[in-house]
């Protein structure tokens, strides 16, 4: 028999180890793509154009040479976007950024064609004068200087001759500024709103002359209009003259007056 006293066995308790976190992170763009197009959450779509809008912005850039203000480009781009998004199926296994670049270019295309261009022109040779305005862009900051005519064509595989027609296009489209000045390389010319005609009254003034000096009045007519007007007689003095009433006087000048008026007006 041991001395010991009998102790009682305890199990050791066995320590559960914790399992590491498994938090799901962010989706991937194809897992947005894909569950975007079979749900259309407005939310998945918020996230997408966050994602994707440097490359609308990039595209939007490429026409910031142009008049058109780069938000209003940057705008037009994002609504190119969001139509790429609706349109994509990603189930083609086609890149999203290759089907949605030709979608945003084309919308930017179809802004310019439509609301900028003041001059409607054929749809080819808008799309030319933007290519070729925008290679002259980019030869100039290499070169330093403007451009050639070869040099552009060359650039864009284009005859000179479209070359020649896009640049022609383009100076045409855009009206001229009546605040621009005359000569552009004299900064003393006048503006070109002092060149534009306007409305002369002395026109109207010699028309009714001649119209006047053609109405048709009598011997007695004359005499009592010559006095009045021309000597500045009263009516009084002017039937003393002539051996009439004053009243007879402004019923002569009445009538005559009348003529000259009907003739001024054209009225028979």
Sequence with gaps: MSAYPAVARTSTPQIKRARPCTTPGPLSEADLLRRYARTRDPHLQ???????MPLARSLAL???????????????????LVKALVGFDPERGDRFTDYAAP??????RRHFRDRVWDLRLPRTLQERTLVVRQAAAALSDELGRTPTVSQIAERIEL????????LEADSARRPLSLDAQRDSEDSESQPMVETVGGSE?????????????GTELTEREHIVLRLRFEQDLPQHEIGRRLGVSQMQVSRIMRGALAKILASVQGEE
């Design 46 to 52: 918020e996230e997408l154009v966050r994602r994707f």
């Design 62 to 80: 490429r026409y910031r040479g142009t008049p058109e203000p780069l938000d209003d480009l940057i705008q037009v781009a994002s609504l190119g």
């Design 103 to 108: 979608t945003i270019l084309g919308e930017l």
């Design 159 to 166: 005859s000179e001759e479209q070359v020649i027609e896009a």
């Design 201 to 213: 009254p002395g026109y109207e003034r010699v028309e009714s002359q001649v119209a006047a000096e």
